[in-house]
């Protein structure tokens, strides 16, 4: 059964999962939707992508530059020795069944790997190819999202049924007042995956306290997704498919704040294989652009992710951190000591320093700002660190 949209629950889903910065997003779907030929182009690795289910066994996983035109544009004004752009960490995983969290096909397995993970890209199938095996017989993205959405929800009911017997045999028959915060929650998380039979991020009356909670069990369908649509070549060409409008329906209805993107595994396998010159024409001539960009990007701020620059002569470096970090833990992504030794954060917004043309035009438009400890970095922003080198060595003493 898909998540039941309610009038309680109104906004973004609730932010809830590992904090950090090493974070992975999963490509998961039914077997022969083309995840792995997906993966292949995203990454230009050899994963095996044959036409029969399970072809993926053991997940593949790569690291994928983020596009981005500050960071290139940056680059080719400093023209630095060293370019460390932001990473995207991608898993391709095996090929979900109807009946996964019973064992079906790789299950457990399968389950497992996407609980590794912090966010998902869906992959669902409307291309239609007889050389292809549709799992189900025939192509229906809407019955594929709701066999992922139930297999996910099942696999957290009985993780779910474990921990709150474990918690409720303790605290109610232990006496360990202690859990009884942790069972409040879990009797939430039972109301919603049981009794509701929704995921844990379509309830949004989850408190700060609850998701301390919830960040201990990482419930599979806490996790954040984007729905990729993968469509024939001539599909996407022309941009029309008959599913289209009924996948944007059901999400609408049910996972409101997702982003949902059209592409072509196809398309882009065969734009890899051509040269760049080649690659520009046929681009031009069919007056058509890869989706690849967006899609990295879309999966880099689905794990609430972003970067602030460091750039100069040496290196020019995009620093990965989650969105809403203070100035001083932002340092000390770079280095601990900048953190503890934190004075103050010099602040060019990317878009004054490419207008103004320089660091020094910045500054003498009142453009470069000295920001404290309480400043919120924003992406993209370009810093420049004082602090107090001694601090670090100061506090190891004590």
């Known amino acids: 059964m898909p998540p039941k949209k309610k009038d309680d629950d109104k906004g973004p889903p609730p932010l809830i999962g590992r904090v950090g910065t090493q974070l992975k997003i999963g490509i998961v779907g039914l077997p022969n939707v083309g995840k792995s030929t997906f993966f292949n182009v995203l990454t230009k690795s050899q994963a095996a992508a044959e036409n029969f289910p399970f072809c993926t066994i053991d997940p593949n996983e790569s690291r994928v530059p983020v ?22 960490n991608v898993v391709d995983i095996a090929g979900l069944v109807k009946g996964a969290h019973e064992g079906q096909g790789l299950g457990n397995a399968f389950l497992s790997n996407i609980h590794g993970c912090d966010a998902i890209f869906q992959m669902l199938r409307i291309f239609e190819d007889d050389d292809v095996t549709h799992i189900e017989g025939e192509v229906d993205p809407i019955r594929d999202i709701q066999i992922i959405h139930e297999e996910l929800r099942k696999k957290d009911e009985e993780h779910l049924n474990k921990r709150y017997d474990e918690c409720e045999k303790k605290c109610l028959r232990g006496g360990d007042k202690s859990l009884k915060q942790d069972l409040e929650v879990l009797n939430k998380m039972k109301t919603t995956i049981i009794e509701e039979e929704r995921g844990i991020r379509f309830r949004h ?38 599913w289209l409008i009924k996948i944007k329906e059901w999400i609408d209805n049910n996972d409101p704040y997702a982003q949902i993107i059209p592409f ?43 970067y602030f620059f460091t750039a100069g002569a040496d290196e020019v470096k995009a620093w990965p951190i989650q969105v809403g970090t203070k100035a001083p833990a932002a340092a000390g992504k770079i280095h601990t000591d900048m953190e503890k030794g934190f004075i103050m954060a010099e602040v060019m917004k ?12 910045c500054k003498s438009a009142g453009k470069y700002r000295q920001q404290g400890r309480n400043y919120t970095v924003e992406d993209g922003d370009i810093i420049f660190y004082k602090f107090n080198a001694g601090a670090g060595l100061q506090a190891k003493k004590k």
Not at 76 to 87: C, D, I, L, N, T
Not at 217 to 225: E, I, S, V
Not at 350 to 361: L, N, Q
Request: proline share 3%.
């Open 67 to 88: 596009p981005d035109e500050r960071f290139e544009f940056l680059c080719e004004f400093h023209k630095p020795a060293s370019r460390v752009p932001a990473y995207l």
């Open 205 to 242: 009356f989850w408190t700060a306290v609850d998701i301390d909670v919830l960040n201990r069990h990482l419930m599979l369908t806490a996790k954040p997704m984007v729905y990729l649509i993968n469509m024939s070549k001539k599909d996407f060409i022309r941009k029309k498919n008959k």
């Open 264 to 306: 072509s595994a196809a398309f882009e396998l065969e734009l890899m294989e051509m040269s760049a010159e080649e690659s520009a024409k046929y681009l031009e001539e069919n007056k058509i652009t890869s989706s690849l960009d967006k899609i990295v990007n879309a999966g880099y701020k689905c794990l609430n992710l972003q």
């Open 350 to 361: 990317f878009v004054d320093f490419k207008s103004e043309g320089s660091e020094a035009a």
